[in-house]
């Protein structure tokens, strides 16, 4: 049966309203399992993915897997990851149903007012937190040489000095953790080690973490090279639904286990679309096909060993891309950014400068209002729409300075801006707050749903207490969710 409605909860009554009741009454109470309505989650991000390709896709691939999963799913057409939309925190949304003001996680390069720089003796705190490639022992290398080097992470003063790794430095639990803990096994693939970062403060909630170095080989130069390596997490999985482990050895079939895939990405990066409607290039369609037909697969392997009907299948992303229409496309150089934070106050005053078509500003003690007014004066020159600082900034993210995360100042660019160097051939980017940045796909699918499209605005964070809830597990037990008041999605 086919339905099309903007409110699943009853007439007139929104999903907004709903969620924050449905939050204050759970609050007060403590943990409880429930009777689950899945024996498996698969979890799936397409990095890149916007509700704009998805629709388009399942419109004009009648037969696709795209279209089948969304046949018995609900479509959430109004869905955003939270901003900053780089992949960390939009992975953390998934998996920990918080947003950078619990997570504590704004980007894979952001700093710390507390700890200190790799390397070093600790005496000197501050220190920029960089967890990506860099941090492998080989970063050229597709098994990364053994994964993450502790030389190279920053060090924790209150701590004995010790490494943080990407798992110490989430502040709150993660999906992977709650279902480890009631004895479930967990499964997970991406693109870096510093994936570590889905552990969890436990540093073990993923029983089988798969991640292959995508800088390796040149593997993001094309779409065809990174397809081919997101076969190999596509692999993974297989081997994970057909009762292996990612690398082929006897394991139980996880309760909870996913992957990104990171073509379409590139495609967007590389070649982008042909005009504001999303009208793909042939590399995206390329992209997109390969995902569909990788989703095929894992429907098939759910269907040979009979696990589709005890499974949850959802479809989302990360992060969108911006922008969307190549005409908007600016580059604006980064340094010239930097240089105007710079001359707006005193020297060694700019802790840490994070650019992509965002630009996120640490200061050392510096007068963030002044230099907000100071870019203020520039906006044309740094394609700048707005700057958040003071109560505006403080009410997204917390206050700087009392917690050593939180940026100085953020700076959201107009749409279609990218910072980065003057040479840069990108098309698009991410990072940002803008609506092709957050405006995701997100659809829920498994056989006993009807079909439905569903218009409230909603939030990836849901997608946390969703999955624990589909399992019979409490939505309660997930930190972020209690402290952020996030409510799971509603499936019927």
Same mark, same amino acid.
């Given at each position: 049966?086919?339905?099309?409605?903007?409110?699943?909860?009853?007439?007139?009554?929104?999903?907004?309203?709903?969620? #924050?009741?449905?939050?204050?009454? =759970?609050?007060?109470?403590?943990?409880?399992?429930?009777?689950?309505?899945?024996?498996?989650?698969?979890?799936? =991000?397409?990095?890149?993915?916007?509700?704009?390709?998805?629709?388009?896709?399942?419109?004009?691939?009648?037969?696709? =897997?795209?279209?089948?999963?969304?046949?018995?799913?609900?479509?959430?057409?109004?869905?955003?990851?939270?901003?900053?939309?780089?992949?960390?925190?939009?992975?953390?949304?998934?998996?920990?149903?918080?947003?950078?003001?619990?997570?504590?996680?704004?980007?894979?390069?952001?700093?710390?007012?507390?700890?200190?720089?790799?390397?070093?003796?600790?005496?000197?705190?501050?220190?920029?937190?960089?967890?990506?490639?860099?941090?492998?022992?080989?970063?050229?290398?597709?098994?990364?040489?053994?994964?993450? +080097?502790?030389? !190279?992470?920053?060090?924790?003063?209150?701590?004995?000095? =010790?490494?943080?790794?990407?798992?110490?430095?989430?502040?709150?639990?993660?999906?992977?953790?709650?279902?480890?803990? #009631?004895?479930?096994?967990?499964?997970?693939?991406?693109?870096?080690?510093?994936?570590?970062?889905?552990?969890?403060?436990?540093?073990?909630?993923?029983?089988?973490?798969?991640?292959?170095?995508?800088?390796?080989?040149?593997?993001? +130069?094309?779409?065809?090279?990174?397809?081919?390596?997101?076969?190999? @997490?596509?692999?993974?999985?297989?081997?994970?639904?057909?009762?292996?482990?990612?690398?082929? !050895?006897?394991?139980?079939?996880?309760?909870?286990?996913?992957?990104?895939?990171?073509?379409?990405?590139?495609?967007? @990066?590389?070649?982008?679309?042909?005009?504001?409607?999303?009208?793909?290039?042939?590399?995206?369609?390329?992209?997109?096909?390969?995902?569909?037909?990788?989703?095929?697969?894992?429907?098939?392997?759910? !269907?040979?060993?009979?696990?589709?009907?005890?499974?949850?299948?959802?479809?989302? #992303?990360?992060?969108?891309?911006?922008?969307?229409?190549?005409?908007?496309?600016?580059?604006?150089?980064? @340094?010239?950014?930097? &240089?105007?934070?710079?001359?707006?106050?005193?020297?060694?005053?700019?802790?840490?400068?994070?650019?992509?078509?965002?630009?996120?500003?640490?200061?050392?003690?510096?007068?963030?209002?002044?230099?907000?007014?100071?870019?203020?004066?520039? !906006?044309?020159?740094?394609?700048?729409?707005?700057?958040?600082?003071?109560? #505006?900034?403080?009410?997204?993210?917390?206050?700087?300075?009392?917690?050593?995360?939180?940026?100085?100042?953020?700076?959201?660019?107009?749409?279609?801006?990218?910072?980065? @160097?003057?040479?840069?051939?990108?098309?698009?980017?991410?990072?940002?707050? &803008?609506?092709?940045?957050?405006?995701?796909?997100?659809?829920?699918?498994?056989?006993? %749903?009807?079909?439905?499209?569903?218009?409230?605005?909603?939030?990836?964070?849901?997608?946390?207490?969703?999955?624990?809830?589909?399992?019979? %597990?409490?939505?309660?037990?997930?930190?972020?969710?209690?402290?952020?008041?996030?409510?799971?999605?509603?499936?019927?």
């Amino acid at each position: 049966m086919k339905l099309t409605r903007a409110v699943m909860l009853g007439a007139g009554l929104s999903l907004g309203l709903v969620g #924050a009741a449905l939050a204050q009454t =759970s609050a007060a109470q403590p943990p409880a399992a429930q009777s689950p309505s899945y024996q498996h989650v698969l979890l799936i =991000s397409v990095d890149g993915l916007h509700q704009q390709d998805l629709s388009r896709y399942v419109q004009t691939h009648l037969t696709s =897997s795209l279209a089948q999963l969304s046949a018995h799913g609900l479509t959430f057409t109004a869905a955003h990851s939270p901003a900053p939309a780089d992949s960390f925190p939009g992975l953390l949304a998934l998996v920990t149903g918080g947003t950078p003001k619990s997570t504590g996680v704004y980007y894979d390069d952001s700093y710390d007012r507390t700890l200190a720089a790799p390397g070093s003796d600790c005496q000197t705190p501050g220190t920029e937190l960089v967890y990506d490639e860099s941090i492998d022992r080989n970063p050229d290398a597709l098994g990364s040489g053994g994964g993450i +080097d502790p030389a !190279k992470l920053p060090r924790d003063p209150a701590h004995n000095c =010790s490494p943080v790794y990407p798992h110490s430095a989430l502040r709150v639990n993660t999906i992977f953790e709650v279902a480890r803990a #009631a004895g479930l096994n967990t499964a997970w693939a991406d693109k870096h080690p510093a994936y570590d970062l889905v552990n969890g403060p436990s540093g073990t909630g993923v029983d089988d973490l798969y991640t292959p170095e995508i800088n390796a080989g040149g593997v993001t +130069d094309s779409e065809g090279q990174t397809a081919a390596y997101d076969a190999l @997490k596509v692999k993974a999985v297989l081997n994970e639904l057909g009762g292996l482990s990612s690398t082929g !050895k006897a394991a139980s079939v996880p309760a909870i286990l996913g992957m990104n895939f990171q073509a379409l990405s590139v495609a967007q @990066k590389t070649k982008g679309y042909l005009d504001a409607a999303a009208t793909p290039t042939p590399d995206v369609a390329a992209a997109l096909d390969f995902v569909d037909t990788s989703l095929g697969q894992m429907e098939a392997s759910l !269907k040979a060993h009979h696990l589709a009907g005890s499974t949850l299948i959802v479809v989302t #992303a990360k992060h969108g891309q911006s922008p969307i229409d190549p005409a908007l496309r600016r580059i604006v150089d980064s @340094k010239a950014l930097a &240089s105007a934070i710079a001359a707006a106050t005193k020297p060694g005053t700019l802790a840490q400068l994070t650019t992509d078509t965002v630009g996120l500003v640490w200061l050392k003690g510096g007068n963030a209002q002044a230099v907000a007014d100071a870019l203020n004066t520039q !906006k044309d020159t740094l394609g700048i729409d707005h700057v958040l600082v003071g109560q #505006a900034l403080q009410a997204m993210f917390g206050d700087p300075a009392k917690d050593p995360r939180v940026p100085d100042l953020i700076v959201v660019p107009r749409l279609g801006v990218i910072y980065t @160097k003057p040479s840069a051939t990108k098309t698009a980017e991410h990072g940002g707050f &803008s609506e092709d940045d957050t405006h995701v796909a997100l659809l829920v699918s498994a056989p006993n %749903l009807s079909q439905a499209t569903i218009s409230t605005p909603v939030s990836t964070t849901q997608v946390a207490p969703t999955v624990l809830q589909a399992l019979g %597990l409490s939505p309660q037990a997930l930190q972020a969710v209690v402290q952020e008041h996030t409510a799971a999605l509603p499936l019927k």
